[in-house]
């Protein structure tokens, strides 16, 4: 069965840092751009941060721009999250999505683009 699953959420106080990892089962990573979003409670799932195959072009919310850093490794298929400087704004659950087809200039932020999701994991900032 063909899955992606998402890891290492948890509780954050502000300024703290968490790692989170979205894995694939049953299929490669290796041609698909990756996306992590997240979406709080009465909120629209919001886009955080891409990166492409190939060319590992990343992206990022303004929001999270400088505080967030996404890496791949494909021969791990896994693709990474480190969140630093947490601030209780950035609390959610966080998904990541894969989304297949020619590599992208700039990988999107539309969660309505991506074909494939994990479950996700919560991540709570807060004292």
């Known amino acids: 069965q063909s899955q992606l699953v998402e890891s290492g959420g948890g509780l954050v106080q502000p300024g703290g840092s968490l790692k989170l990892s979205c894995t694939a089962s049953?299929?490669?990573?290796?041609?698909?751009?990756i996306g992590w979003f997240r979406q709080a409670p009465g909120k629209e799932r919001e886009g955080v941060s891409c990166i492409t195959y190939r060319s590992y072009g990343t992206n990022y919310a303004d929001s999270v721009r400088g505080r967030f850093i996404i890496s791949r490794d494909n021969a791990k298929n896994t693709v990474s999250l480190q969140m630093n400087r947490l601030r209780p704004e950035d609390t959610g659950v966080y998904y990541c999505g894969a989304l297949g087809g020619p590599v992208p200039a700039i990988c999107s932020l539309t969660a309505s683009r991506y074909n494939y999701w994990g479950q996700g994991t919560q991540v709570t900032v807060s004292s």
């Open positions: 049953g299929f490669g990573l290796d041609y698909f751009t």
